[in-house]
């Protein structure tokens, strides 16, 4: 299971912190990604953090402003989000990754997502 | 970046009907292709990876086809709870992209 938290009403520029909490399964086995959906919209791909957590990868939109992290020990993934505009405007969930193929991209679980609001 | 294309944008069939829809690649890629199935107010679901193989648990009805640049999602007897917006996503190169998705009814 994946549980997302920490989404709410922020002001244009400011700051918010997402966790993913996962259970049931042996979190630092698997990469972990992060996903967004804008209302009404589709999906975009934000964030991938290896199982370790010293490899990241960012979509252009958020790179610099956006970091991803987890830790291992709380079974834990996080989303630092600076510098917020409001098209981040958005459902964010959190999906492991089953890698397969040895390849990052394939989001096998997804969590119900948390809403973050980019507004003044 | 590889940009996706999926047809048509909404599909209306009955139950029982077959479902084909489509995902064309602006660009051919290696089979790192993947369809989601999100139903109202809920979280996409994975269906296919790698272009033909069905994630854990879901029903044979569901299949995927294709390669280089062109892909497929067949459903062969529609159920009412098929109900729901399909995307499909490759991994081939980053950044992952989707496409728009095809909203599917069922009448």
């Known amino acids: 299971q994946l549980l997302e938290s920490g989404g709410g009403l922020v002001q244009p520029g400011g700051s918010l912190r997402l966790s993913c909490a996962a259970s049931g399964f042996t979190f630092s086995s698997y990469a972990m990604n992060w996903v967004r959906q804008a209302p009404g919209k589709g999906l975009e791909w934000v964030s991938t953090?290896?199982?370790?957590?010293?490899?990241?990868y960012y979509a252009d939109s958020v790179k610099g402003r956006f970091t991803i992290s987890r830790d291992n020990s709380k079974n834990t993934l996080y989303l630092q989000m600076n510098s917020l505009r409001a098209d981040d405007t958005a459902v964010y969930y959190c999906a492991n990754d089953a890698e397969y193929r040895g390849s990052y991209g394939t989001f096998d679980y997804w969590g119900q997502g948390t809403l973050v609001t980019v507004s003044s | 970046e590889i940009v996706l294309t999926q047809s048509p944008a909404t599909l209306s069939l009955s139950p029982g009907e077959r479902a084909t829809l489509s995902c064309r690649a602006s660009?051919?890629?290696?089979?790192?292709l993947a369809w989601y199935q999100q139903r109202p107010g809920q979280a996409p679901r994975l269906l296919i990876y790698?272009?033909?193989n069905r994630a854990t648990g879901i029903p044979a009805r569901f299949s995927g086809s294709g390669s280089g640049a062109d892909y497929t999602l067949t459903i062969s007897s529609l159920e009412p709870e098929d109900s729901a917006v399909y995307y499909c996503q490759q991994r081939s190169s980053w950044p992952f992209t989707f496409g728009q998705g095809t909203r599917l009814e069922i009448k």
């Open positions: 953090i290896s199982r370790s957590g010293a490899t990241t």
């Open positions: 660009q051919s890629f290696s089979s790192y």
């Open positions: 790698d272009a033909s």
